[in-house]
């Protein structure tokens, strides 16, 4: 039964759940239109930061712990893919991208069922943010307040860091153009690892702060892949804010569709995207083509 | 020694045989321009000498530092440095953003002043992005954002082309302001007129081959090697 509350409860949900896609499709935009790698691993790495998160959490007891430990891990386990593994594709055809990114997601889903079994595992939220917060017009779970704002912090960092910083500027000109960042004499390849690290890292930290919400499983990674690949084709391949505003529609688009009936929600997903598609060929915030 | 020496490159893109053993030189405080119709290998020989195309075989040294088969963005370091043909502006950064970016790397930047008495367009344009300049503005920031980096020699591919007169004027002067300043130029260019007025000495590229190097005083007296390579 559709209500009022219902539908701000929904809206709120919607609200959760597009942070933290806007978070994952940041990192996944940014290595794409740096690095011009569809990365398909990306969901896996989401996966990894809710396993790394929930073991160091194990061992601590402290999420705050969980939230460094586990991003601090998925950034490595990005660097050291980017450098073994992906760099070798730069030259090479997209589906030879897509193929060794789709392999190197099995590989890290796999890698994860075998050391921790495939029995999904459960990150409590922090005791500060346990229970539910009466916001006077409903009645809300605190972690999912607590998780917009983490989201939001996150989101605020990656803008500060790359907006106003130097490394952000090389970054966001080598979205535009990596051949001209490397004539001018910045070592792109150098950039190229950090950004895949940085992207990996995004979407890790949205998989420890999702922990709590959604407990995790080695393939949790899958489903938020596809949702995330809409995300950034609605913002538009390799814009930051379009990756927000796409993950905040997307979020929306879902939560609200899934009070009326859940199995449409990917439906009106879709459908979101394609008139996008129709409407603004590059996305909404998007331009023209990468070299 | 020269300044740049450059000994049997060859260039391909694919299996595409571009460059064919191209030799030439460039003396420190030089403006050379290499001229040649379209589809020549002009500009496949400044993207080869930048590292943008990485030729196959032959000898690219710069005050004797070999550089053939370097990354671009370690010949950059070395001291040279490419105005692109199609300018290849950041469209995102604003003008001073697009400067700065350029001169990270450099190890003896010029200060944002400079590149402002020198093209006073750019500084009442700083905070405008790349993507909202006129051609004639990108032209000026891409051979500005060469400048910063105070590079040993300066490669420029078709600066005046698709600019206005007035334009053309105005960067005209900039370039020759530089070579008086002692600054070392390989220019190519459509431009004849534009292009015998700057250089002290020209080599002439027919399919990918040198066909003739002189002083540019000299090639206006030889029409027949006009009229034979360039058509004119």
């Not at chain 1, 597009?18 to 940041?26: K, N, V, Y």
């Not at chain 1, 130097?166 to 792109?188: K, N």
């Not at chain 2, 009442?124 to 909202?132: I, V």
Request: hydrophobic content about 50%; overall charge neutral.
């Amino acid at each position: 039964m559709v209500n009022w509350a219902n539908f701000i409860s929904q809206c709120f949900n919607g609200l959760v759940l597009g942070a933290l896609l806007a978070l994952i499709a940041s990192g996944l935009t940014i290595i794409y239109g740096t690095l011009g790698v569809l990365n398909l691993a990306h969901g896996a790495m989401f996966m990894l930061g809710g396993y790394a998160g929930w073991l160091a959490y194990t061992y601590t007891d402290s999420f705050i712990a969980a939230m460094v430990v586990g991003s601090l891990f998925v950034m490595l386990a990005g660097v050291v893919t980017e450098r073994l593994i992906i760099r070798h594709f730069y030259a090479r055809p997209p589906e030879d991208q897509l193929l060794v990114t789709f392999g190197l997601g099995i590989v890290f889903v796999e890698l994860v069922r075998f050391f921790f079994g495939s029995l999904s595992r459960t990150t409590p939220p922090p005791a500060m943010f346990q229970g539910i917060t009466n916001l006077g017009f409903m009645v809300y779970p605190t972690y999912r307040l607590a998780a917009l704002g983490i989201v939001a912090i996150a989101l605020l960092v990656l803008y500060f860091v790359l907006y106003k910083t130097r490394l952000g500027m090389i970054v966001r000109a080598g979205i535009e153009d990596s051949v001209m960042v490397d004539s001018l004499g910045i070592d792109v390849y150098k950039v190229f690892m950090l950004v895949f690290g940085i992207g990996a890292m995004a979407a890790g930290f949205a998989g420890i702060v999702n922990a709590p919400v959604v407990s995790i499983a080695p393939d949790v990674g899958e489903a938020i892949l596809v949702q995330t690949f809409v995300v950034v084709v609605i913002g538009g391949v390799g814009s930051f804010p379009g990756a927000i505003i796409g993950g905040l529609i997307a979020g929306e688009i879902i939560s609200i569709t899934s009070m009326f009936n859940p199995a449409y929600s990917y439906v009106m997903l879709f459908v979101a995207m394609t008139l996008v598609l129709v409407l603004r060929p590059h996305g909404l915030l998007g331009t023209a083509g990468r070299e | 020694m020269s300044l740049l020496e450059v000994e049997g490159l060859n260039s391909y893109y694919g299996d595409s045989h571009i460059l064919f053993d191209v030799s030439m030189r460039v003396e420190k405080n030089e403006v050379v321009a290499l001229i040649g119709r379209n589809g020549a290998g002009k500009s496949t020989t400044l993207k080869s000498l930048m590292g943008v195309v990485r030729p196959r075989t032959g000898s690219i040294r710069l005050e004797g530092e070999e550089l053939a088969g370097r990354k671009a963005h370690a010949v950059a370091r070395r001291g040279m440095q490419l105005v692109h043909e199609d300018r290849r502006i950041f469209g995102s950064l604003n003008v001073e953003e697009n400067i700065i970016l350029a001169g990270l790397t450099a190890e003896n930047r010029w200060p944002l002043d400079r590149i402002y008495e020198m093209f006073p367009r750019l500084k009442e344009r700083r905070t405008s992005r790349g993507t909202d300049l006129s051609g004639g503005e990108q032209q000026m920031l891409a051979i500005a954002r060469a400048l910063v980096r105070d590079p040993r020699v300066v490669l420029l591919d078709e600066p005046f082309e698709g600019l206005a007169p007035v334009i053309v004027r105005d960067l005209m002067r900039a370039c020759q302001d530089l070579a008086r300043a002692g600054q070392t130029i390989v220019l190519v260019e459509q431009n004849l007129a534009a292009t015998l007025a700057l250089a002290d000495r020209v080599y002439i590229i027919n399919n990918g081959h040198i066909a003739h190097e002189g002083p540019a005083s000299e090639l206006k007296k030889q029409p027949e090697l006009l009229q034979r390579y360039l058509g004119v």
